[in-house]
């Protein structure tokens, strides 16, 4: 079995999510993508903006009707910071190896991997499908292998989807007043509507 993962706060989850997802499970035949919403990341400490079990419950309704998509919540009930390597672990405990797993990541956060705890260990449970980010140029393969030797076989470099949407900005839409319409599942626009999340107190 091929799985996906597709890993962030999801805060809130929006149709650029939606829209990797699909293309990366047609593009590589994965039979599952798991949408892993994280509990406390490290590399965003005291920025998350709802809880967890909000963003989780978010994530299920913006997949809803889409097949081969789970919501996965081991790091959002994971005590303390929350880290790929350990996620990688736990389903390499579950039977999964290192060539069952495509971990779905950003062309910015493929730079900064070394930066990442464990980050060889990390390309040996996992392939890494890196896709790209409005603004952010294509990662050098010459310079991903000097930092992290052996990675450029464990890589898949996807040209599209490009999104153009992003949590933070809709958060920044919906503070300011502004329209998020067509940015959000409607599920997760109904729902965020409908408990003034992210509106300014």
Known sequence: MKIGLLGGTFDPPHLGHIQIARRVKDQLGLDIVLFVVAGNPRLK??????????RVHMTSLAIKGEDGFMVSTMEAERQGPT?????????????????????ILGW???TKLKD?????????????????????????????????PGISARLIILEEPVVDVSSSLI???IQQ??????MLPEGVEAYIEKNKLYSRK
């Open 177 to 182: 007043g502004e329209g998020i319409t067509g």
């Open 108 to 110: 910015d956060n493929l």
């Open 45 to 54: 400490p005291g920025k998350v903006n709802i809880s967890a079990k909000e």
């Open 171 to 173: 958060r920044e839409k």
């Open 83 to 103: 880290y790929t390597i350990e996620t990688l672990k736990e389903l390499e405990k579950q039977g999964l190896s290192g060539d069952d797993i495509y971990f």
């Open 116 to 148: 990442w705890r464990e980050p060889q260990e990390i390309i040996k449970k996992c392939f890494l499908v890196a896709v790209p980010r409005t603004g952010i140029p294509k990662p050098e393969i010459s310079q991903l292998e000097k930092e992290l």
